[in-house]
């Protein structure tokens, strides 16, 4: 059986699947842009990620859109994203469906 913090995951992991790079047609989870998903026991939700570039267009408004979807999940007290660049995002971080969604197989 799952836990509650489990739980919470998953429903932090469907709402980052409505949360789109504007420039690729897949989703940021699926791209691999989510890093970690850290969940204290009160609800307080820490989304470490990155972007597929330093000079990403999104850069200034990605992270807050994750932010405000993560923070209306049911369970969630607090929403925080933290951008990383360690280590820096590749083709290889993406899920097997997003290849396939763009082609690079």
């Known amino acids: 059986m799952e836990t509650e913090n489990e739980q919470l995951r998953d429903r932090i992991v469907s709402v980052l699947h409505s949360v ?44 807050g859109e994750v932010e405000d979807k993560v923070a209306s999940v049911q369970g969630v007290q607090t929403a925080k994203v933290e951008l990383t660049w360690d280590p820096p995002w590749s083709l290889d971080m993406m899920s097997e469906s997003a290849r396939l969604e763009l082609g690079m197989f």
Do not use: N, Q, R, W
């Open 20 to 63: 789109y790079d504007p420039e690729i047609p897949v989703d940021i989870y699926e791209l691999g842009l989510i890093y970690d998903i850290d969940i204290s026991d009160g609800g307080e939700v820490l989304v470490m990620m990155t972007l597929t570039s330093p000079g990403c267009p999104v850069a200034g408004t990605l992270p």
